[in-house]
């Protein structure tokens, strides 16, 4: 299980717990197919960092580069969903953070995905 958690004390914390019930912290994880070579990825990317850094948006574009290289796979904005903790919701000004859940609509999953494809 993945548990994703905000407060005003910590921030944001991302966790994993196994089966036996043990957890640990993570600055980014994976799960599912080719979850080994995805960790790989994103830990390469983020060494020696505490956190990736940037804004929600580069790091939503981090999280679909990482899918797309090891899956090696390129994506449509209707074929994946991705969901935020603490960015502002479409239409509200970037420093609202909000500390809700929410899931990104296909038209900011395809302003991602143009983002990378602009840098690439």
Do not use: C
């Amino acid at each position: 299980m993945t548990l994703i958690s905000l407060d005003d004390e910590h921030g944001p914390s991302l966790y994993k717990v196994d089966p036996a019930g043990y957890y640990t912290g993570y600055k980014a994880t994976a799960s599912g197919p080719k979850q080994q070579e995805a960790i790989n990825f994103l830990e390469k990317k983020l060494k020696n960092k505490e956190a990736a850094s940037g804004t929600w948006e580069e790091v939503v574009e981090l999280a679909i580069t990482t899918l797309s290289t090891v899956l090696s796979q390129d994506f449509k904005a209707t074929e994946i969903e991705i969901g935020v903790v603490g960015a502002p919701k479409e239409g509200e000004p970037e420093g609202e953070a909000s500390t809700f859940f929410r899931k990104l609509s296909v038209e900011e999953i395809d302003k991602r995905l143009q983002s990378i494809a602009e840098k690439d």
